[in-house]
């Protein structure tokens, strides 16, 4: 399954969550409502997943823990606050770099409707696949498009690609 097969089941299974449940859990309530929809879908899904990197030769155990892992690709950070922070996805933008990973989502829980709690980012892409999105219907240009738009952040590689009409 590709990195956008993935994604796109996590925003479904988020959307179905969200309109079953509203915004009020607790985060890790939605973590093991997300588990259970994506595995119903036959994703491996894991949770608090911890992360160990080396720094010039010097092992980091146990820096950070991933809220899920998707199918070993697809890092899923989730929140259940108010407001989009900035620090969301300078957080998953740092996870995706350090596990050398591609692909990643914030799903914020907390948002009055999941169109504003939604983010995908991919990190230094250069597979074109990679550089569609499902839900814009076409390969990112950083164009606005009838739906939505993307951006591409050219000082990190790193492409945030908004949902729309959710």
Same mark, same amino acid.
């Given at each position: 399954m590709t990195e956008n097969e993935i994604t796109g089941d996590i925003l479904d299974a988020s959307i179905k969550l969200h309109r079953q449940f509203g915004a009020g859990l607790l985060e890790s309530v939605y973590e093991? $409502? $997300? =588990?259970? =929809? $994506?595995?119903? #879908?036959g994703h491996k899904v894991e949770r608090q997943k911890i992360v160990s990197f080396e720094y010039e030769g010097v092992s980091i155990e146990n820096a950070f823990r991933l809220d899920m892992l998707v199918d070993d690709k697809v890092i899923v950070? $989730?929140?259940s606050t108010e407001k989009m922070s900035p620090v969301f996805a300078k957080q998953l933008k740092t996870y995706l770099a350090i596990t050398k990973l591609q692909v990643g989502v914030v799903v914020n829980f907390g948002m009055a409707t999941l169109k504003d709690g939604?983010? #995908?980012f991919v990190n230094n892409y250069s597979e074109p696949d990679l550089c569609v999105s499902p839900l814009?219907?076409?390969?990112?240009r950083g164009q606005p498009s009838a739906g939505g738009y993307a951006s591409l952040r050219?000082?990190?590689s790193l492409m945030q690609i908004p949902s729309r009409g959710l």
């Open positions: 093991t $409502l $997300l =588990e259970i =929809e $994506l595995k119903k #879908r950070e $989730l929140k939604f983010l #995908r814009l219907g076409h390969p990112l050219e000082s990190n």
